[in-house]
């Protein structure tokens, strides 16, 4: 669909790239988690916990309905940009809005750039571009969930095991992608990888701080 406005070149092709990559990196930088943690009356979830503003530290609220909202509309915002550029312009640019719409939940302009960890919204572009690498990755969360009971600990599993699923489906395009993703959100985890090690990374809805 709209192939006619398909770039033909580089010198052409920059702005739909820049294009995609603010339309994503827009959709992205909603902070649903301060959001919703507002609407529950919880305050500002970034004075909470760990101080993210993802559904991990939502749920630490103790505001079960304001978590899973926020992980459904942090995986949504990532989910929507693919989809929508992909439907008009092609994979090539739902690649670039997929991953400016990770780049706008990790460094949101409206939170002077400190925003969540990234990993609602990677799943949700994950799904977007494949359907089966998708479930995978949810998959592989829940079941490191499931026996660890440590959020951090399921997230770095998922995202580290998606390249390799992309990968094994032939989307190498996608995989790169994922690849990419997946190194910003174990920069992204630094901190947790350090709990991880020592042994003192919290368990899932346990308070900390």
Not at 27 to 51: H, V
Not at 116 to 142: D, E, P, Y
């Amino acid at each position: 669909m709209f192939d006619f406005v398909r770039p033909l070149d580089w010198g052409m092709a920059a702005p739909y790239y820049a294009g995609a990559i603010l339309f994503g990196y827009l959709l992205g930088a909603i902070p649903f988690g301060l959001i919703f943690a507002r609407l529950a009356g919880a305050g500002d979830i970034r004075k909470i916990g760990s101080g993210n503003i993802g559904a991990t530290n939502v749920l630490r609220t103790g505001k079960r309905w304001a978590a899973a909202a926020t992980l459904l509309c942090d995986g949504a915002k990532g989910a929507v940009a693919v989809l929508i550029a992909r439907e008009f312009y092609g994979i090539e640019l739902a690649f670039f809005a997929g991953a400016g719409a990770f780049l706008g939940h990790l460094f949101p302009v409206w939170l002077g750039f400190k925003g969540g960890k990234g990993v609602a919204t990677f799943l949700g572009v994950t799904l977007a571009l494949s359907w089966q690498a998708g479930l995978a990755a949810v998959a592989i969360w829940l079941a490191v969930a499931a026996v660890s009971r440590i959020s951090s600990l399921s997230a770095l599993i998922a995202a580290a095991a998606t390249p390799f699923v992309m990968a094994a489906l032939g989307l190498h395009l996608y995989a790169t992608l994922a690849l990419l993703l997946a190194v910003l959100i174990f920069v992204a985890h630094r901190e947790n990888i350090r709990r991880l090690f020592a042994g003192t990374e919290p368990t899932i809805g346990e308070k900390i701080g």
